[in-house]
């Protein structure tokens, strides 16, 4: 009984030794999954792998893609549900045409880049937008939205860049905000002729920042209306609308200042406590920047003597302005990456570093992102570095991003790409595993006949 015991010993062994090599393999076909193997497609041009719809290539994509649009008309409706960068090769010639069918672009992934695009021909009715977000920290940059029904629209959405876009002729609103849209950011657009508000914020939409924007010949300039708290507006030019320059209800402490407010039709209101001031400078009035109607500038300092009274409340404009604000175009920082170099091959512990610099101002911050990692801030901005350990990824090539941030804009993304080699990761192949299986089962059927044999 001893010896029968004894006899399947090895065998017991054996097998044991194989089911733990096959969860190594399972294992390592896990950690191949998560490899980035970020691509660029095409939509157009002549190529002859090219996509001839948007849609059907952010089908075939994955996260971290790029997808590059030649000039044409797209008539498409899409829906952009990956991590993507959707760009076009030039914003007047690559156009996407949503036929007068609900929302031309809806984006409910996060992390989502749309540059050089026409946006145009949304439906005709709520909530058709040329742009729908439903998501955060994408970015709309360079773009054209017009002739939709609300030119973008932002529901439930946060920390999004619109930059440098024309939103016009749109039935509706220029850019809606609602329902809880928080921390966006808008800046250097154009927003013009739309029906109703250049730009809508509407229900407990919070902390948005509104800079150097042009919002001109509206139904209205802006509306901030209930609960919208604690938004931000400055170095704006807004003029010559068809309702109230700004007009804020049931919203409380929201900054107005550095603008200038031109030949609106109906005097700016508010019906809240909100400052039309930030302790130093207030705004350019055009009813208010000549003597004979009050405004009075005796030390000659550029800020008028007696404030500015804002309709509708017992708000006031406590420094408003001689002259209008000069609202400058701002330059987007540059930033490089130093170390390691592209095409390089790394393993272990490597430091990230590079130097970014903004002309025109400083660099707020700088970031970084590997593969299809989210966004990490750096240590330092002129000069900055980062530390990664390389074992935490599986061996593969990976793009390194960075980007700097000066407050207003991000500089374009520098990249440079890596090859990850860790030996440990090298060597354990499923080649080698297999034959130890292959070896492990002949070991153990050999065995057992000689055990037969005696």
């Not at 399972?26 to 090219?50: H, R």
């Not at 407010?261 to 809240?272: A, H, Q, S």
């Not at 130093?280 to 009075?296: H, L, V």
């Not at 993304?413 to 034959?435: A, H, L, Q, W």
Request: hydrophobic share 30%; proline share 2%.
């Amino acid at each position: 009984m001893i010896k029968m015991r004894r006899k399947y010993i090895p065998i017991v062994l054996i097998l044991l030794i194989t089911l733990t090599i096959f969860g190594e393999i399972a294992s390592y076909g896990e950690e191949i999954s998560k490899v980035s193997s970020t691509k660029k497609l095409y939509v157009g041009g002549s190529g002859e792998e090219n996509y001839s719809k948007i849609q059907d290539t952010i089908d075939d994509a994955i996260n971290g893609d790029t997808i590059f649009v030649y000039s044409g008309v797209y008539y498409e409706n899409i829906v952009i549900d990956k991590k993507l960068s959707i760009i076009g090769e030039s914003k007047e010639s690559t156009v996407i045409d949503g036929g007068k069918n609900e929302s031309v672009v809806e984006i409910i992934s996060d992390y989502v880049l749309l540059k050089n695009l026409t946006i145009q021909r949304s439906g005709g009715r709520m909530p058709s937008a040329g742009i729908k977000i439903h998501s955060a920290h994408n970015e709309i940059l360079n773009c054209i939205v017009t002739k939709n029904f609300d030119g973008i629209s932002l529901e439930r959405s946060s920390y999004n860049l619109i930059s440098n876009c024309s939103i016009y002729s749109n039935n509706d609103a220029g850019i809606w905000l609602h329902i809880g849209s928080k921390y966006n950011k808008i800046s250097h657009c154009r927003i013009y002729s739309n029906g109703y508000y250049g730009i809508w914020i509407q229900s407990s939409n919070r902390y948005n920042s509104i800079s150097n924007c042009s919002i001109y010949e509206n139904g209205g300039g802006i509306s901030i209306c209930c609960s919208s708290d604690s938004n931000k507006i400055s170095y704006c030019t807004i003029r010559e609308n068809r309702g109230e320059g700004i007009k804020i209800s049931n919203s409380n402490d929201n900054k107005i200042f550095l603008n200038n407010f031109i030949e609106n039709k109906k005097k700016t209101c508010d019906k809240k406590i909100n400052y039309w001031d930030n302790g130093e400078y207030g705004n350019y009035w055009s009813d208010f920047d000549e003597p004979d109607e009050g405004a009075y500038d005796n030390d000659s300092n550029g800020i008028i003597d007696m404030p500015y009274s804002i309709s509708c409340g017992d708000n006031k404009d406590n420094y408003p302005l001689t002259k209008k604000v000069e609202i400058g175009i701002n330059k987007i920082p540059n930033v490089i990456i130093l170390t390691p170099s592209n095409n390089s091959t790394v393993s272990g512990k490597i430091v990230i570093t590079g130097n970014a610099n903004d002309s025109d101002g400083s660099v707020k911050k700088v970031e970084i992102k590997i593969g299809n990692s989210t966004w990490i801030k750096v240590n330092g901005t002129h000069s900055w570095n980062y530390e990664f350990d390389t074992k935490e990824i599986p061996n593969g090539e990976y793009f390194v991003m960075a980007r700097a941030y000066d407050g207003h804009e991000y500089s374009r993304v520098y990249s440079v790409k890596i090859n990850v080699d860790n030996k440990k990761d090298k060597e354990r192949t499923p080649g080698f595993e297999i034959f130890l299986i292959f070896m492990s089962i002949l070991t153990a059927y050999m065995m057992s006949k000689k055990h037969h044999k005696i």
